[in-house]
């Protein structure tokens, strides 16, 4: 791993919060199928999607979302 691990501090909360999607995505895309999800879990994600199919006017995009939550950080 190239720099120091503690310069994250140095990036602004936009920054680090691109930084922890991109790490989370080279998770998933290095180990896919590792991540088992419960039969609660399954049944939850089937729900929310049943729910968005009905009616997809009340889904909120992420970068709406992530605006709004580095505003409120301030």
């Known amino acids: ?13 936009a920054e680090r919060i691109q930084l922890v999607e991109d790490i989370w995505d080279s998770i998933a895309q290095d180990s896919p199928g590792s991540f088992a999800l419960t039969e609660a879990q399954r049944m939850e994600l ?29």
């Open 1 to 13: 791993m190239s720099g120091n691990l503690s310069d994250y501090k140095a990036l602004s909360i």
């Open 46 to 74: 089937q729900r929310r999607l049943d729910a968005h199919r009905q009616d997809p006017s009340t889904a909120i995009p992420w970068a709406e979302v992530r605006d709004q939550l580095l505003q409120r950080r301030g």
